[in-house]
């Protein structure tokens, strides 16, 4: 179980008079479920970047138990992109495979078949719809059993259905492996039902940290 802490100072990019995102710092506990919630543009990819460590935090620092990132190669990342990125060339088996690379046949199988993606390990992603595609990257995701789990958006562009399986999925990997999880999104609603904590990043910048409103009226 993964507890962050995370202390950032402004961010900008190298082509941008504007800042992106910061100084900001919260911490998570291990196994909570935080929601990061705002606008677009508000720079909620480029945190879950800078944690994954896909980009740089400097001079800031992002600890996992107490370390940077570089210290802990024992805590596993699994990162639910908004866009699934699979590799076109590969096979959905071997998509899964370049994350964990001595995984079974029949490994692969048990997680495709959780995902609702039964026999389908030899199709390539052109072969599927985005739909499932993203059900494909949410395998990867959870193939490794990842201690600290990042989702940017993973219900946006999807019909209520699969937006809806996509849930129940995430709910119950969720429980099995009890990950921490930072999950992004813009939707307060969906935010208040499925976190433990709601951060709010806006892109004035500021952020403020609230407990989860449990006693608002739903809609
Ligand atoms: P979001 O929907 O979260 O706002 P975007 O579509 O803005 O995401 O960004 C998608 C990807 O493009 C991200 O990896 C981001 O880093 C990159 N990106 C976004 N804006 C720019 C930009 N102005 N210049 C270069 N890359 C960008
Ligand atoms: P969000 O995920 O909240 O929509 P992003 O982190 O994608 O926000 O982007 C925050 C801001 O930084 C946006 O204005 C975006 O255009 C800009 N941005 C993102 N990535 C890059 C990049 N690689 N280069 C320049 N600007 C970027």
């Not at 992603?125 to 600290?148: C, N, W, Y």
Request: glycine share 6%.
């Amino acid at each position: 179980m993964v507890n962050l802490d995370i202390a950032l100072q402004s961010k900008f990019y190298a082509n941008s008079p504007d800042k992106v995102l910061g100084p900001l710092s919260f911490s998570v506990s291990p196994g909570e479920f935080v929601a990061l919630v705002g606008p677009s543009g508000a720079g909620k990819t480029t945190l879950l970047n800078m944690i994954a460590a896909l980009q740089s935090c400097a001079p800031g620092e992002i600890k996992f138990n107490g370390y940077p990132l570089s210290g802990k190669p024992d805590c596993k990342i699994g990162y639910i992109f908004q866009q699934p990125r699979l590799m076109p060339w590969l096979t959905v088996a071997d998509n899964l495979r370049l994350v964990k690379p001595d995984t079974t046949e029949s490994d692969i199988e048990a997680i495709l078949t959780k995902v609702g993606l039964a026999g389908k390990s030899d199709l390539y992603p052109k072969h599927l719809s985005g739909g499932m595609q993203r059900r494909v990257s949410i395998a990867r995701a959870f193939l490794t059993e990842p201690d600290l789990l990042l989702l940017d958006e993973p219900f946006v562009s999807l019909d209520a259905p699969n937006a809806d399986n996509l849930r129940a999925l995430l709910g119950e990997l969720w429980v099995e492996h009890q990950p921490t999880v930072i999950f992004v999104t813009h939707d307060l609603n969906e935010a208040i039902q499925l976190a433990d904590r709601i951060l709010f990043l806006s892109s004035a910048p500021a952020m403020v940290i609230l407990d989860k409103p449990v006693d608002l009226p739903r809609p």
